[in-house]
């Protein structure tokens, strides 16, 4: 959002305060007017920096907050603030979710315990770079202020930009983190084992959250991890991995556990990219139904539809080109979807 990066700039966070059902994103001046208005409301109730306030939005993209029901409902919210409260925060960003997302883990570095904790909510809309999504982290560690930004950036890069629903993104994903520095822990700052721990940390969370978001798939069944590998760079690997991952064909065969391989050669053949064809390799859960260009016929393909029929499961495809790779989680496409999205607004 753009309040949010003028905020960041500040390095300073105290306080969030988010709202759903309405994006409040291309509402023009008027928009940004009223995200003012949300973070000074909850900076003078606080009696803390407007510029140490986040806000975030989420919904309908489009139509103006009705600012009366959040001036009404900010200070009603600042008097329930508890530490149990994030259950009811998980919960109330949701908006096509069916469940929130939430995780806290617990690690000892440098001889103290540190704990980090983090909600989210994402469904549909969902494709790197991040999407409709709203990630919200917290932690007690001591760290230096641009080696959080850098190691969340890092670790939002293996997560949170490695899934995809549906392809789509929209206006308003947010990530972040907050440390308040309470474990007590020497700094980390820069490269250390601390460091690499705490980013370790720092991943599973995100990692949870995003898989979350991902089995939460506006309407789907299944999760399936892509490994691209064998292409002639990462850059390359990602680019064939999110073609397969936002494939309408490939997602329908997916849901219909059906092994048209030929789904998955077509999407690779039109990710813009050279191929080998009798070089491709691709296998399901480790068994080959392609291997050297060819399919491996139908005895093979009856034992991919098994596992197929599972909520989840890997497809593995090497391009015998390189040695870039890359990894996506991604979900099948269902009749579900269309019934969400086609309603969304009613």
Known sequence: MILDRLHLKKGIGQ???????????FTGPEGLAHAREMGRRVADQLKISFHHVFVGSTGVIGV?????????GIPALILRLRKAGYKEAAQAIMTTDTRPKEIAVQHR???KMVTIGGIAKGSGMIHPDMATMLAYLTTDVVIDQKTLQKTLRTVANQSFNCIS???????????????????????????????????????EVCHFLA??????????TKIIKIELSGASSHKAAKQFAQTLATSPLVKTAIFGADPNWGRIIAALGRAGLPLHPNRIVIAFNGLSIVKDGKGLGPRIEGQ????MRRPSFTISIS??????SS???????????????ASYRS
């Open 109 to 111: 570095i440098a001889g």
């Open 15 to 25: 306080a969030l305060i988010v709202n759903s059902g309405n994006a409040n994103a």
């Open 64 to 72: 103006p907050l009705p600012m009366p029901a959040l001036r009404n």
């Open 319 to 324: 391009l015998g080109t390189g040695t870039g």
């Open 165 to 203: 629903v549906d392809g789509e993104t929209s206006t308003n994903d947010t990530v972040l983190c907050l440390a308040n520095g309470l474990a007590g822990n020497t700094l980390i700052r820069g490269s250390s084992s601390a460091h690499t721990q705490f980013q370790n940390l720092l991943h």
């Open 327 to 341: 990894t996506i989680w991604t979900t099948d496409l269902t009749y579900d979807y269309i019934k969400i999205n």
């Open 304 to 307: 991919i539809q098994k596992i």
């Open 211 to 220: 898989m979350e978001i991902c089995r939460d798939g506006e309407g789907a």
